[in-house]
């Protein structure tokens, strides 16, 4: 079954820090892989994505994603974080079976600390 | 700037009593989409529009239902609303059905009382 998994829940990282958000994807065939970012009490923003092609992907507010066929991961990064960057971060893979929608995963709260 | 707009950003209902919520794009998008997100929990898909085609998924409760009146907008019809239907009620949509991005509205917080 098509499935993603972000394993960590929550994340606490020191502003100035680097990050890496992990998520794993199970899939059949080659997805489209999205990171989406939330913060409280707005809709979701796209990041990244990644169709095709330079496995390492740039997307906005500094953000990179780096797709690892062999570990079916898709794993978001950040060299330098700012506390604004504090917020609810959800890896997505598409389509599902029925061709449609995406498959998010559980998602992964990031805090920043001063 | 293209964008997807939801209304109201907030709402609140009283149990049982019938609530409409909307959404409208600027992107010119053949999909439309409403997800479902309760507290600290992922997007759920309720159903979604391709173009004048309804598609809804298996598990999305007869309680819950939509209308595309034109390509612009599309609306969320909750005809009795429970206690656990409280939820943030995001809108979203792509340009094709083929899984590729999702642009997403700011949501709409619905609270039932």
């Known amino acids: 079954a098509q499935s993603v998994t972000q394993p960590d829940i929550h994340i606490t990282v020191s502003e100035g820090a680097s990050l890496e958000l992990r998520c794993n994807y199970s899939y059949g065939a080659t997805p489209y892989l999205f990171w989406y970012v939330q913060s409280p009490g707005q809709g979701l923003q796209l990041l990244l994505k990644y169709f095709s092609g330079d496995t390492l992907v740039q997307g906005i507010k500094g953000f990179e994603a780096e797709f690892k066929r062999s570990q079916s991961s898709f794993n978001l990064r950040k060299p330098s974080v700012h506390w604004s960057d504090a917020a609810e971060y959800f890896c997505?893979?598409?389509?599902?079976?029925?061709?449609?929608?995406?498959?998010f995963g559980k998602g992964t709260t990031l805090s920043v600390s001063s | 700037d293209a964008m997807v707009i939801q209304n109201p950003r907030y709402q609140v209902t009283q149990f049982g009593k019938p609530v409409t919520l909307s959404c409208s794009q600027t992107?010119?998008?053949?999909?439309m989409y409403w997800y479902q997100q309760k507290s600290s929990q992922a997007p759920k898909l309720l159903f979604h529009y391709y173009d004048k085609d309804f598609n809804n998924e298996a598990d999305t409760p007869d309680n819950f239902q939509s209308r595309r009146p034109n390509t612009s907008f599309c609306f969320l019809d909750i005809r009795s609303p429970g206690l656990g239907d409280a939820a943030m009620y995001l809108c979203?949509?792509?340009?094709?059905?083929?899984?590729?991005?999702?642009?997403f509205g700011p949501g709409t917080r619905l609270t039932v009382t």
């Open positions: 979203a949509t792509s340009r094709d059905s083929k899984g590729r991005e999702q642009y």
């Open positions: 997505a893979v598409g389509p599902n079976q029925a061709g449609t929608a995406l498959i």
């Open positions: 992107l010119n998008h053949n999909v």
